[in-house]
């Protein structure tokens, strides 16, 4: 058990690899498609649309404030339909 333990121990202690940072861009034609949006939500939509990923989305445009972008904030807005008008 003693071996076990160690290995645990040095597994645990190991440091991490770096994981590779993978640049993601987007196109002059999406560039100009997100700038003429109003929202944040509809530029979330449209690149997930794209093809983007959410932590890509995360990446690529900011917050209403100029801030980061949260993973929650995008994941909430692609899973809530959008809301019908009323007539």
């Given at each position: 058990?003693?071996k076990?333990?160690?290995k645990?121990?040095?597994?645990?202690?190991?440091?991490?690899?770096?994981?590779t940072q993978?640049e993601?861009?987007?196109?002059a034609?999406?560039t100009?498609?997100?700038?003429?949006?109003?929202?944040?939500?509809?530029?979330?939509r449209?690149?997930?649309?794209q093809?983007f990923t959410?932590?890509?989305i995360?990446?690529?445009i900011?917050?209403?404030?100029g801030?980061?972008?949260?993973?929650?904030?995008?994941?909430?807005?692609?899973?809530?339909p959008?809301a019908?008008?009323?007539?």
């Amino acid at each position: 058990m003693a071996k076990t333990a160690r290995k645990t121990a040095e597994a645990v202690a190991a440091p991490k690899t770096e994981a590779t940072q993978v640049e993601v861009k987007m196109n002059a034609t999406q560039t100009k498609a997100i700038d003429a949006m109003p929202t944040v939500s509809s530029r979330i939509r449209y690149l997930n649309d794209q093809g983007f990923t959410r932590g890509q989305i995360t990446k690529l445009i900011p917050n209403a404030h100029g801030g980061k972008l949260l993973y929650q904030h995008v994941r909430n807005v692609l899973i809530t339909p959008i809301a019908k008008a009323k007539a």
